[in-house]
């Protein structure tokens, strides 16, 4: 039988972090992935990073070969694409990355200071002893047994895991809606002629026609190839590849001559985190804790956020040697705090955006109701701060759609309860209940005015 103090389902970015940190710690940790150990971090994704996670973990930036190109900000579009949004600070500067290289790196790291990888190791089910999770049931081709052994799981097994559905927590969604998540598809092309776009953007145009409840996406990777993709709401995931053609290879390739070097499809949670994220002897972290900016469908900083969270989580239960739910609740304190309270806050945003008719997107940035900087607060904290002076000038540009400003001052406030909401998120599990209550209250009032 196999014991360690963690076991981690799933080598990508939470994964990877819990087990580097994990390992650094001195604590030990088996980190397994169902996929050859040469292809973990191989994933269909837009493949941007912020910066400012490395800085926030203290770990390296990527280096040259695990990045493509340097980022510094984003272009916004709004539906008639006549004009853009530059938003241009250090929360949006980062990189593309090589998914792949980017992955490797991870994964090395983790096992460099100690953390022992299985890989094409398939967890099965989770093993259930007195109430608590004690291990996980494997199938693997690189180890024997059919069983491992720890205090703590680390569920980072990513948007499709099955470990939700078996166990029982109050306010663990077992399975997300269908309205709460983007089908996202992307294919990365090298253009025989170099890329027109400015390198050091990405683009980013909204448009709830040709890509409704998600975004298009167009990434520059080098001079000659981009990462160009969309999401969109479940409901019209049967139009996936039609509207990709018409509304984003046509538009944006034409008739240049071009390769695919890959394509593909993948799912995105774009709605708030799990209400808790822990049980007795089980953690939930990255894809798997729906903890993905809501607004950016972005969830690599925030799953590397939530992997080291969970160690400190586990150093804290290990020193009173409690794994249970109350023992692991400092990683719900320590996510909902941050993660939580952005993302729910962008989740209200989201809510309305996806109701906005397209009009309402060319008026607000158009007539820039909101300015770059402004934008990248709002994506960066969750938060809509709208100095007196701002709010003057909002309302001479806004005058001729009243609505779209009533509808913003509605939101600001709403994000504002929401946020302060998860700031005091229950010190212990047996207040959940109450604040859930709470919580739904706020989405309830948003999703009636926005229906
Ligand atoms: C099309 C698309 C574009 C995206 N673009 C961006 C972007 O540009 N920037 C950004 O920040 N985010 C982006 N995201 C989101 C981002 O990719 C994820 O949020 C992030 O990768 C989540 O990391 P994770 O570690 O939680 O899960 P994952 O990266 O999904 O890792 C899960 C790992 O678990 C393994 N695994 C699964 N089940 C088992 C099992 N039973 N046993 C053993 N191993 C298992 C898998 O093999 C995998 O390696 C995008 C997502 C999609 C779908």
Same mark, same amino acid.
Not at 329 to 352: H, M, V
Not at 439 to 450: A, C, L, Q, S
């Given at each position: 039988m196999k014991n360690f103090d963690l076991i981690i389902i799933g080598a990508g970015a939470a994964g990877c972090i819990a087990a580097y940190f994990g390992a650094k710690k001195g604590f030990k940790v088996c980190l397994i992935d169902g996929k050859p150990r040469n292809k973990i971090g191989d994933k269909i994704c837009g493949d941007g990073i912020g910066g400012q996670i490395f800085d926030f973990l203290k770990i390296p930036h990527p280096k040259k070969g695990e990045y493509l190109n340097v980022i510094d900000g984003a272009k916004l579009y709004p539906p008639d694409t006549r004009n853009s949004i530059t938003i241009k600070d250090r929360s949006q500067a980062g990189y593309i990355i090589d998914r792949l290289a980017f992955g490797q790196r991870l994964v090395e790291d983790a096992v460099k200071v100690g953390a022992i990888l299985y890989d094409q190791t398939h967890a099965l089910s989770l093993i259930h002893s007195k109430g608590q999770i004690s291990g996980v049931s494997i199938k693997s081709k690189t180890v024997d047994g059919d069983k491992l052994h720890a205090n703590l799981v680390i569920d980072a097994s990513g948007f499709h895991t099955q470990f939700r559905k078996q166990v029982d927590i109050p306010f663990l969604t077992k399975k997300i809606a269908s309205t709460d998540y983007i089908v996202c598809y992307r294919e990365i092309l090298r253009l025989k002629n170099p890329i027109v776009v400015d390198q050091r953007y990405i683009s980013i145009y909204m448009d709830n026609i040709r890509a409704p409840g998600g975004y298009i996406w167009n990434f520059p990777r080098n001079e000659y190839e981009v990462n160009l993709g969309f999401g969109i709401t479940d409901k019209f995931k049967h139009h996936l590849l039609d509207y990709y053609k018409k509304y984003l290879y046509e538009p944006f390739i034409g008739n240049e001559p071009c390769t695919k070097i890959t394509g593909g499809s993948g799912l995105v949670s774009v709605c708030k985190p799990l209400f808790t994220g822990v049980g007795n002897g089980i953690l939930f972290a990255g894809d798997a804790a729906m903890q993905v900016n809501p607004i950016t469908g972005g969830g690599l900083i925030s799953s590397m956020q939530a992997g080291y969270y969970a160690v400190k989580a586990f150093e804290k239960a290990n020193e009173v040697e409690i794994?249970?739910?109350?023992?692991?609740?400092?990683?719900?304190?320590?996510?909902?705090?941050?993660?939580?309270?952005?993302?729910?806050? =962008?989740?209200?945003?989201?809510?309305?955006?996806?109701?906005?008719?397209?009009?309402?997107?060319?008026?607000?940035?158009?007539?820039?109701?909101?300015?770059?900087?402004?934008?990248?607060?709002?994506?960066?904290?969750?938060?809509?701060?709208?100095?007196?002076?701002?709010?003057?000038?909002?309302?001479?540009?806004?005058?001729?759609?009243?609505?779209? =400003?009533?509808?913003?001052?509605?939101?600001?406030?709403?994000?504002?309860?929401?946020?302060?909401?998860?700031?005091?998120?229950?010190?212990?599990?047996?207040?959940?209940?109450?604040?859930?209550?709470?919580?739904?209250?706020?989405?309830?009032?948003?999703?009636?005015?926005?229906?």
């Open positions: 794994y249970d739910a109350l023992g692991l609740w400092e990683y719900n304190l320590l996510c909902q705090k941050s993660i939580g309270a952005e993302f729910a806050a =962008l989740d209200l945003l989201r809510l309305a955006f996806q109701k906005w008719p397209n009009d309402f997107l060319n008026f607000t940035l158009e007539n820039k109701l909101f300015t770059g900087d402004e934008i990248s607060d709002i994506t960066g904290t969750g938060e809509i701060s709208l100095p007196f002076s701002s709010i003057i000038g909002k309302l001479i540009r806004g005058i001729s759609k009243p609505r779209i =400003l009533l509808d913003l001052y509605y939101l600001r406030n709403q994000m504002q309860v929401i946020k302060s909401l998860y700031m005091r998120y229950p010190t212990i599990p047996a207040y959940l209940a109450q604040w859930v209550r709470q919580v739904e209250t706020v989405y309830d009032n948003v999703r009636n005015r926005f229906k």
